[in-house]
């Protein structure tokens, strides 16, 4: 029988003050009128600072824009060894993002792939990472001084269906709380030799975007880490000792806590702050449009910024569907308006925008 994983921590009045920050941050940003086209310039920075901030937390030296040469721009740089990292934090970021579009759940097998594509150089077709299979100590690299003694290799299965079974059955929970407790014990089992904090802030933003706190996919937590890491390392190193087993496991994580929840607040009010100025700037208001539309429909509008015809295998890759369903998919856009086939041949088969959705792409 799996142990149950019960973390202790209690919900301060400050704490409750700070989800209230989140949850006027997460109405505002939800609320505004933003275009596809505004939209898919925030994501894709947010996407950006996400890769630049993780990485840099880990001592990767490429700057933001050397990561956006990387990502973006396909430009070689001289350190390839911190190309490689960005490239796979960023593939790790889309393999989630598919995750949420096809509301797939949380486990222990997707966590594996996330790692296996943090640590993939860029790579998309890896096989799940399996757990470490010995002791992992984490010493101070100037002082060679113990920091953590993680527990042992063989509780480490054990401990991580415990914490993935938590996930699930914890809906009643603040979600916030539900991404902060994970994100902390993950790091605190620290189930591989490497890639343990990238891999700890995916799931946090995994656990985020499945409940309903994507913000829109325009938000970046871990800069909030990255500007103050003693900050971020003195809150998360919580117990009386180094070592898991004499007192970690049980520790009150109160003050992580509190820690995670106001730097969630201060990232998301730094998104209503940017999507409030981006709103301002554009034109015509087509929040009504885009209230007609379901997410994966405001999903698809970015392929449409590409090209003005689409093909049912982008649709596929956008979401990782299987053909089957996309075909499915596109009868039913097609029936209710949103798509128009232009090509019905069955092999290549393509889709337009209909023409009363074409302004949220091409403008009046």
């Not at 920075?45 to 933001?64: C, K």
């Not at 953590?148 to 699930?168: C, N």
């Not at 914890?170 to 916030?176: G, Q, T, Y």
């Not at 806590?257 to 301002?280: I, N, R, S, T």
Request: aromatic fraction near 10%; proline fraction near 5%; charge should be positive.
């Amino acid at each position: 029988m799996i142990k149950k994983f019960a973390p202790f921590f209690s919900l301060t009045p400050s704490m409750a003050k700070t989800l209230m920050r989140i949850e006027a941050a997460k109405q505002a940003i939800n609320d505004l009128p933003i275009t596809i086209t505004v939209l898919a310039k925030l994501r894709e920075s947010a996407r950006l600072s996400s890769v630049h901030y993780s990485t840099q937390i880990e001592g990767n030296r490429l700057t933001q824009d050397e990561v956006a040469d990387v990502i973006l721009r396909k430009k070689a740089t001289l350190r390839p060894r911190d190309e490689g990292e960005v490239k796979g934090y960023y593939q790790a970021l889309q393999a989630l993002e598919q995750y949420v579009a096809q509301e797939k759940p949380i486990t222990e097998q997707r966590i594996k792939k996330l790692h296996a594509l943090v640590m993939g150089n860029g790579l998309t077709t890896l096989q799940a990472t399996p757990y470490r299979t010995g002791q992992n100590v984490i010493k101070d690299g100037s002082t060679g001084r113990i920091v953590y003694l993680p527990p042992q290799a063989s509780d480490v299965p054990e401990l991580m269906k415990a914490l993935v079974l938590w996930i699930q059955e914890n809906n009643d929970l603040p979600c916030p709380l539900v991404a902060g407790i994970a994100h902390y014990q993950f790091a605190t089992i620290h189930p591989y030799y490497d890639g343990n904090g990238r891999t700890a802030r995916l799931l946090t933003t995994f656990i985020l975007h499945l409940g309903g706190y994507d913000l829109k996919g325009v938000y970046c937590l871990e800069e909030y880490y990255a500007k103050n890491l003693s900050a971020y390392y003195d809150a998360i190193s919580t117990g009386p000792s180094h070592n898991y087993y004499e007192g970690r496991e049980e520790a009150d994580i109160t003050d992580w806590l509190k820690y995670f929840c106001d730097g969630m607040a201060q990232a998301c009010e730094k998104v209503k702050q940017q999507a409030a100025k981006a709103a301002q700037q554009q034109e015509p208001d087509q929040s009504r449009l885009l209230r007609k539309l379901n997410p994966k429909q405001r999903k698809v509008l970015e392929l449409f910024k590409k090209s003005e015809e689409i093909t049912s295998q982008e649709i596929c890759a956008l979401f990782g569907f299987k053909p089957r369903t996309v075909s499915a998919l596109c009868r039913t856009w097609v029936e209710k308006g949103f798509l128009v086939i232009s090509d019905p041949s069955r092999k290549g088969r393509k889709y337009q925008l209909a023409p009363a959705f074409s302004m949220l792409v091409y403008g009046e």
